[in-house]
C-alpha cells in the first residue's frame, strides 16, 4: 500500500512515493512464490515508475527477505570428503543471510530493475514507434533503461511465445554493418500470421541450421512451404532438414535478377557506344527499359518507343525480359514448365552472355521454379523483402546498433509480434 508522497529535495522535478506492506501480510517467496513468513528488511531502493504531468515518479521501498523451508534454507557442508568412510551426523540447516534465505516478490518489479514493469513497459512501447534515444530524451531516462526495458519485453515473449503450428516461411538476409556482416531472418509468412521467427548470426549453413534446430522435428515436419533465394547453402539446408516442404524460388528474386541481367547489358553496350565514338542513344535509358510497362510515365514511353527502332543488344535484351513475363500467366505447372524451355534455348542462341547466364541459371533451378505453381502464387518471398524493408528502417531508424545482439532484440521487438505480460493499464 502506499504511504506518504513528497517531492524530493536531492532530485528535481521527482515525486517519491513511499510503498509499505500491509500489516500482518506475509510475503511472497521470489523462488516458490508461495506465502512465507519475513525474516528482515533488504536497504531501500527506488524503482523509477512512469512520468506523471512532467515529474519522474519513483516508489521507495525496502524488500523483506523470506525465510522459505523449501528454497529458502538450505544444510551446512560437511567438512569430510576423499574418504571411504560413513559418518553419522545430524546435519543442522543454516540460516545463510548470502544464499539461505530470499527476497519476496514484488507484484510491481522484476528481478533487479530499477524500474517498475509498467515503465518498462510503457518505453518499450514508446521504443516501437521512436528510435530509442529520442525514447530516452523524451521521458528523462538513460539509452541504457530503454535497452533494458526492451530486453526484458522481448524475452518474456520469447519465453511465452507458441510458435508452432508452422506452415510456410521465408528466410533471407540482411546486411547490419560494413564489411559484409550479415543476419539470417527467418519469417512465418502465413495468411494471418507474419512475424519474424529467428535472427541468426552471419550468413552460413551453420547458422540456418541453427534456425531447424530451435523449430524442433515436429514443427519441422508440419511446414507445407519455403521461400528462399537461389543461395546454394539455403536449398541444401532446406532439401536436408525439411524435405517434406516445397521450396519455392519466388518470382520476386527471379524477376530482379533479370532486371540486373538487362542493366548488365544496358551498361557494357552504353560504355561501348562511347568507346567507338557514336551517338549515346541509351544515354538517361535505365529505367525506361527495367519499369514495367504499365508503371512508366508518358515521356518514358514515347523515350521507349524511340530506343525499340535500334537494332541494339539492350533492345534485344529487353525483348526477352518482357517476353518472359508470360510465365506468371500460367496456371499448369506442365505448360509453364514447357514455356520455360522454350524461352531458355531462345535466350541461349540471342549471344547475350548476361541473358544466356540466366537461362542457364534457370534450367539449373527448375523444378524450384515450377514449385511457385504448386503453391498457386499464395506464398511469396515478398513477403519476407518487405519485413527486410522493415528491419533496415530499424536499424537506420537508431543509426545502427553498437552489437548485433542489441540489433537482435530491436528485430525481435519491432517484427516479432510477441506476446506481452498483461497489466493493469495498457500503452498505445
Not at 518489479?109 to 510503457?122: N, R, S
Not at 533479370?258 to 535509358?285: F, I, Q, T, W, Y
Not at 527495367?290 to 535500334?310: A, D, F, W
Not at 536499424?395 to 546498433?401: A, D, E, Q
Amino acid at each position: 500500500m502506499y504511504g506518504k508522497t513528497w517531492f524530493a529535495e536531492t532530485r528535481p522535478n521527482t515525486i517519491e512515493v513511499e510503498v509499505i506492506p500491509r500489516q500482518g501480510s506475509k510475503p511472497y517467496c521470489s523462488g516458490c512464490g508461495k506465502r512465507r513468513a519475513g525474516y528482515d528488511r533488504l536497504p531501500e531502493r527506488s524503482f523509477e515508475f512512469i512520468p506523471f504531468w512532467g515529474f519522474a515518479v519513483f516508489f521507495l521501498y525496502a524488500r523483506r527477505r523470506v525465510d522459505c523451508p523449501t528454497c529458502g534454507v538450505v544444510a551446512e557442508i560437511l567438512p569430510f570428503w576423499g574418504f571411504a568412510v560413513f559418518f553419522l551426523y545430524a546435519r543442522r540447516r543454516v540460516d545463510c543471510p548470502t544464499c539461505g534465505v530470499v527476497a519476496e516478490i514484488l507484484p510491481w518489479a522484476c528481478g533487479k530493475h530499477h524500474l517498475t514493469t509498467a515503465y518498462m513497459q510503457f518505453l518499450a512501447t514508446w521504443a516501437r514507434k521512436l528510435s530509442w534515444l529520442e525514447v530516452s530524451r523524451s521521458f528523462h531516462t538513460s539509452w541504457d533503461q530503454v535497452y533494458r526495458s526492451v530486453e526484458w519485453i522481448v524475452r518474456w515473449g520469447l519465453e511465452h511465445r507458441v510458435l508452432g503450428p508452422i506452415k510456410a516461411f521465408g528466410v533471407d538476409e540482411i546486411a547490419y554493418s560494413r564489411g559484409h556482416k550479415y543476419l539470417t531472418l527467418a519469417y512465418q509468412i502465413e495468411a494471418g500470421m507474419v512475424r519474424l521467427l529467428w535472427v541468426g548470426k552471419e550468413r552460413t549453413v551453420k547458422t540456418f541450421e541453427g534456425f531447424f534446430t530451435m523449430l524442433g522435428p515436429e514443427t519441422c515436419a508440419g511446414i507445407e512451404f519455403v521461400c528462399s533465394d537461389m543461395w546454394r547453402p539455403y536449398i541444401r539446408v532446406i532439401r536436408e532438414r525439411c524435405s517434406q516442404a516445397v521450396h519455392i524460388l519466388d518470382r520476386f528474386h527471379i524477376v530482379a535478377k533479370m532486371n540486373d541481367a538487362l542493366d548488365e547489358v544496358r551498361a557494357e553496350e552504353a560504355r561501348e557506344l562511347v568507346r567507338n565514338g557514336r551517338e549515346p542513344v541509351l544515354k538517361k535509358s535505365r529505367w525506361c527499359l527495367l519499369k514495367r510497362s504499365e508503371n512508366l510515365t508518358t515521356p518514358q514511353k514515347g523515350r521507349l518507343k524511340e530506343l525499340l527502332r535500334y537494332n541494339l543488344k539492350s533492345v534485344r535484351a529487353y525483348l526477352l525480359k518482357e517476353d518472359f513475363q508470360q510465365f506468371w500467366e500460367y496456371a499448369s505447372p506442365t505448360w509453364a514448365g514447357k514455356f520455360l524451355d522454350a524461352w531458355c534455348t531462345t535466350a541461349l542462341r540471342s549471344r547475350i552472355e548476361p541473358m544466356k547466364k540466366m537461362a542457364r541459371m534457370c534450367r539449373r533451378h527448375r523444378p524450384l521454379i515450377l514449385n511457385w505453381f504448386k503453391a498457386k502464387g499464395q506464398i511469396s518471398n515478398g513477403i519476407v523483402e518487405g519485413l527486410n524493408t522493415k528491419a533496415k528502417l530499424t536499424i537506420r531508424k537508431s543509426y545502427g546498433f553498437r552489437s548485433p545482439e542489441i540489433l537482435e532484440m530491436a528485430l525481435y521487438h519491432a517484427l516479432g509480434k510477441l506476446p506481452e505480460p498483461k497489466l493493469t493499464h495498457e500503452f498505445y
